[in-house]
């Protein structure tokens, strides 16, 4: 299946200990998004259909599960859920990453809503999955709203595309691309498993991925990344300028297409039976 296990523990995504201005900008980059609907829909990578089965496989198949698509985004994820056979419905707070959804997918249903105030009825859907998104999730109030839309012993999976930074020119890039925006490596997406008691002990897998770019299209998938979006004009023209400069100067990425290494991290839990 390609998938590797690794060992985590701990929470995610907890700014509650962090000074004003970190949390400031947290909300600031997680709210950064819908202006670049349009380009996030086109550069963003998709994810690979062995993870999206990973972290479902807990979920019956017969007859098509209901899964949540939690923070869908443009839903880049939901692709990957109907290809897995499931019924999805999406959830999504900015208008202008949901618009585009719709647009795409036409046939999903996609409602307003947060994480922390799920729009759905309880004990209505069999999973929910959160693509790019759990780590803006407030996990104090989202954990039990979970708990509230989940069917008994249904399934939360959390799934991020993550550069493949083993690889020396990815690693390079991620020190060219980065803004005055950018947090330390894996402080968004720590190696740090999350915990409630309302949930099973989560499990972790990573699955190899790769997505066909050129230089051009690479640098406009890193201009719809959080930390180029949220910063002066002036300072995101010279990242993105500084980025295209670095690729065309790499054998690797200098001409054509190539493909960029991807690891997709997946973590899945289940609903403890009460």
């Known amino acids: 299946m390609g998938l590797r296990h690794r060992a985590y523990g701990g929470r995610m995504g907890n700014t509650t200990d962090r000074d004003a201005s970190k949390r400031a900008l947290h909300a600031r980059r997680a709210a950064s998004f819908g202006a670049k609907a349009t380009d996030y829909a086109e550069h963003r990578p998709d994810y690979p259909l062995a993870a ?8 019956p198949t017969v007859p098509a ?34 618009i585009e959804l719709m647009r795409r997918l036409p046939g999903v249903r996609a409602y307003e809503g947060t994480a ?41 999976a959390a ?14 890039l991620g020190r060219v691309a980065r803004t005055d925006a950018s947090v330390p490596p894996l402080e968004l997406v720590s190696r740090k498993l999350p915990e409630h ?10 699955f190899p991925h790769a997505q066909r770019r050129t230089a051009e299209s690479l640098t406009a998938t890193i201009g719809t990344h959080s930390h180029t979006l949220v910063v002066s004009p ?41």
């Open 159 to 172: 799934l991020w595309n993550t550069d493949d930074t083993r690889v020396d020119w990815v690693a390079e």
């Open 65 to 98: 599960p209901v899964v949540l698509d939690l923070g869908a985004g443009t839903g880049k994820l939901t692709e990957g859920l109907l290809a897995a056979g499931a019924t999805v419905i999406a959830v999504e707070p900015d208008d202008g990453m949901r």
């Open 116 to 156: 922390e105030e799920i729009p759905l009825a309880d004990g209505s859907v069999a999973a929910i999955v959160a693509g790019q998104a759990f780590h803006w999730f407030d996990q104090e109030r989202a954990f039990p709203e979970f708990a509230r839309v989940l069917q008994k012993g249904g399934t939360f």
């Open 52 to 59: 999206v089965r990973w972290a479902l496989e807990a979920v």
């Open 197 to 206: 008691p309302l949930f099973e002990d989560f499990e972790a897998a990573e």
């Open 234 to 274: 002036q300072q995101r023209a010279e990242v993105l300028r500084r980025i295209t400069e670095y690729l065309r100067g790499r054998p690797e990425t200098a001409e054509g297409e190539f493909d960029l290494p991807l690891v997709t991290l997946v973590l899945r839990t289940t609903l403890r039976r009460r």
